[in-house]
Antibody, heavy 121, light 111 residues
């Protein structure tokens, strides 16, 4: 059974940093791209970032480019999102999602339950 | 404003058929990038319903089906059931923006 468990969310002040992690199990982690998708409560889905199976290719939404950095550790079956210079508009649930293929261009077939990030003073 | 356009809401009676459209442009759907559909029940994470425009993952009832035509695709749900009440999102890749793009979501109400 595929499981994706996010951690690291919480309350953080504007301008500070936060690191999200996603522990993956139940599939061959290094065979698939991984993604972070966020959702403001009551609003729609917004893709944040994606990384290919071997970290050779990454992508970022324009809203986070230059502030957020995605990485993965295939030896530990884990995905990370380093979020710097956080803003109030970054407040959302952050979901870890397993890609359908090795490339981060494609969709996702499994999602974690999400971790809430609240940026507020 | 979302890159992919979906109707904000659709509704239907139990047993009826509804469709949800997803319209893009020449840099995403029109460029041949596949569309995927997700269902999000209240308080839950999204669930993949259709991938690659028309394919259903195992475990998804055949009441859900996807179709494509040019720069738009559609999700059809037949034999509506109360548990289908949820938000539905389409998603693709945009080559000019180099990002995943989502539709704004469609709230399905089962009357």
């Amino acid at each position: 059974e595929v499981q994706l468990v996010e951690s690291g969310g919480g309350l953080v002040q504007p301008g500070r940093s936060l690191r999200l992690s996603c522990a993956a199990s139940g599939f061959t982690f290094d065979d698939y791209a991984m993604h972070w998708v966020r959702q403001v409560p009551g609003k729609g889905l917004e893709w944040v970032s994606g990384i290919s199976w071997n970290s050779g290719s990454m992508g970022y939404a324009e809203s986070v480019r230059g502030r957020f950095f995605i990485s993965r550790d295939n030896a530990k079956n884990s995905l990370h999102l380093e979020m710097d210079s956080l803003r109030a508009e970054d407040t959302a649930f952050y979901y870890c999602a397993k890609g359908l293929s090795r490339s981060h261009f494609y969709g996702s077939d499994y999602w974690g339950q999400g971790t809430l990030v609240t940026v507020s003073s | 404003q979302s890159v992919l356009t979906q109707p904000p809401s659709v509704s239907g009676a139990p047993g009826q058929r509804v469709t949800i459209s997803c319209t893009g442009s020449s840099s995403n759907i029109g460029a041949g990038f596949d569309v995927h559909w997700y269902q999000q029940l209240p308080g839950s994470a999204p669930r993949l319903l259709v991938y690659g425009n028309t394919n259903r993952p195992s475990g998804v009832p055949d009441r859900f089906s996807g179709s494509e035509s040019g720069t738009s695709t559609s999700l059809a749900i037949t034999g509506l059931q109360a548990e289908d009440e949820a938000n539905y999102y389409c998603q693709s890749y945009d080559s000019s923006l180099s990002v995943w793009v989502f539709g704004g979501g469609t709230q399905l109400t089962v009357l």
